[in-house]
């Protein structure tokens, strides 16, 4: 069983960045892609960006593109996502997961999840 586990939430003022972090217990299957969802109260849960096994396809909803960079490191079993000019709309609970190849977006297709890391911008 693979366990995730995100780190990195926080608060932070508009313009701003964060760096979250999910490590996973165990190396997760091979092959796997990794992603991010995001859900705000009262809001249904939205990708925010994916990354494939070896790293050469990358995935950005709409509302984060240009302003977010996933990336992972296999060899710690560790995905990141760096979150730049952060505006107070990306308030949400952030979601580390992870699923076969050919997800990216879909999250009902992801495997494992992780209990999540509160990002809360201000204005």
């Known amino acids: 069983q693979v366990q995730l586990v995100e780190s990195g939430g926080g608060l932070v003022q508009a313009g701003g960045s964060l760096r979250l972090s999910c490590a996973a217990s165990t190396r997760t299957p091979r092959m796997y892609t990794m992603g991010w969802f995001r859900q705000a109260p009262g809001k249904d849960r939205e990708f925010v960006a994916a990354i494939t096994w070896i790293g050469t396809s990358l995935y950005y909803g709409d509302s984060v593109k240009g302003r977010c960079t996933i990336s992972r490191d296999n060899a710690k079993n560790t995905v990141y996502l760096q979150m730049n000019s952060l505006k107070p709309e990306d308030t949400a609970v952030y979601y580390c997961?992870?699923?076969?190849?050919?997800?990216?977006?879909?999250?009902?297709?992801?495997?494992?999840w992780g209990q999540g890391t509160q990002v809360t911008v201000s204005s």
């Open positions: 997961a992870a699923g076969p190849p050919g997800v990216a977006a879909v999250s009902h297709l992801y495997n494992y």
